[in-house]
């Protein structure tokens, strides 16, 4: 084989939970026992697993911090609130003339040090996380683990993890969905591959990945995992959209029986070698041609009612008679564990409830409720920066001062001048901070659009995280500020919340407040080792869990050690649901499976949502 070849081919998805790691797990092997030199980046530090398949002996750590605020010193202090004023992502505010910082909400970009006159801003070093590199085989391995409630740095770790290249192919597990840390692992990639199933959740979250890979100058491919069609609409997508289907992997419960133990389906079964190593061969041919050129992407049609986070979205709520609602917050450690499908048959169950959607990145829920929109809202929580190159004298204090690496030097009329990569830059708005000529022209950007909604269970807040945009937690927290308002509208005091997956801002900015959190996981290796990384954050935030085991049966000895964790973390044990395709088929109908089913399903569902009511009273 060619050693002198370097490829980057990313495995990505719209949303969790459709055989990402899977995939790109067995693409690896297979490339390495053909003879070429692979290296396996796990990208998705929220949550990495590729290590429990290849099973990689770390031989180093490398621990990663940055140099963040962490307070100011009084003596210096003299209370005049700029670095509040700067602050875009509200982790700094002043109560009685005492400067506090939010350090969860801090994504260190510098501004409030930049601007404070009296230098009083004390900086230290801050962990967000480790990277580890080790082998497996002849496999180079590298992957990254993220702080608990560091959700802000994925991007940064992700840089830490990608800086491992060499010669070979580079198999990169991408994060999932559409946001800033999918961004960062893609935009740079030779290939793309798009992993989906032909499900609604799987086409609509298919859809929004698309338009993300375009926006960043990127065509896609798709794989289709779990290729059990119910319609054509998978199908008919792809080809109106001329994307190419790479491959089809069958529907097959010995997969996901393999996958629970933390087994490579070709070193078991020789059918799936044959599958994944045509599969590895053709798209290494089409990373070698580079792909084809991105199409156009979608231009997404919102209002012209713009909410910007710092202005009236975040008034206090007293000051919108709004009370806060009692919260049940349905998350997971991963993305498809079923915690959207356990989220819809809880409202039906309870038959009249508040109901929020915080997974702005990839929204399902409303595929399932068909909500009726109310009333929507463009969502702003960053700045889009621009420099004048009429302007630039080309002094480079932006370059200097920015901690994103997303001014760029360029020639302009025969000088140099500084841009703004729209891609990596994050809309902290320390650009123009620091330009002494006021080159730099900062405005509010769109990153998305809120809705509110009425169900036939009740009024519901939703949003859509616009193509490859930042500031989702702030987004989550304007979802539950709609969805508190329309509660009191509707006279309603309690609420079921579909939280976001993984553990970073979204998750975050879903669990903080709540009443209740209801983790949603699968008997699985992966399963097991998300459930405790979402057990952590959930301790972090000291908010009472329960767990649910979704496809309990798919491997009853990982029930029982789920069953043993929940007791280490002192959480309730809800209970098991059973492996059934009754879901998906529910999901086809676009309705919950309580009211498509009174199967084992539905019943176990009960019982779940049973003891959440008792817990109530």
Known sequence: MDETVNLKIVISSGKGGTGKTFIATNIARVLDESGYPVRYLDCDVEEPNGHLFLKPDIVKEETVSLLSPTGVDENRCIACGRCVEVCHYNAIAMIKEKVLFFKNLCHVCGACTLVCPVDAVIEEDRRIGVVKHGKSGTIDFHYALLETAEGGMSPRLIRKVKQCTGKGIHILDSPPGTACPVVETVKD??????????????????????????????????????????????????????????????????IAECYSVGDLA???????RALFTDIAGKIVSMARKGGQPARKSVTVEHSADPVLIGENSNQPLESRRAEKTHEYVIISGKGGTGKTSLAAAFCALEKRIAIADCDVDAADLHLLLQPEIKKRGVFSGSDTAVIDPDRCTGCGECERQCRFDAILQTEYSGRKVFKVDEIACEGCGVCGLACPEGAVICSPAWNGEWFVSDTRFGPMSHARLGPAEENSGKLVTLVRQKKDEAAFEAGLNEAVVDGSPGTGCPVIASLSGAEYAVVVTEPTVSG??????????????RVPAGIVVNKWDLNKEKTEEIHAIAGEYEAEFLGRIPYDKVITLAQVKGVSVVEYSDGPVTQAVREVWGKIVRRKS
């Open 189 to 254: 990639a030779d290939l793309c591959v798009l992993v989906t199933d032909p499900t609604p959740f799987g086409i609509h979250d298919l859809k929004l990945a698309v338009n993300m890979c375009r926006q960043i100058g990127r065509e896609p491919v798709v794989l289709v995992n779990r290729a059990e069609y119910h319609n054509e609409d998978l199908r008919d997508y792809c080809r109106g959209e001329s994307l190419e289907i790479v491959a089809e992997i069958p529907d097959d419960r010995k």
């Open 528 to 541: 097991v080792h998300d459930l405790r990384r979402i057990l952590d954050v959930v301790r972090f935030f």
């Open 266 to 272: 070709v070193d078991r079964f020789p059918e799936y």
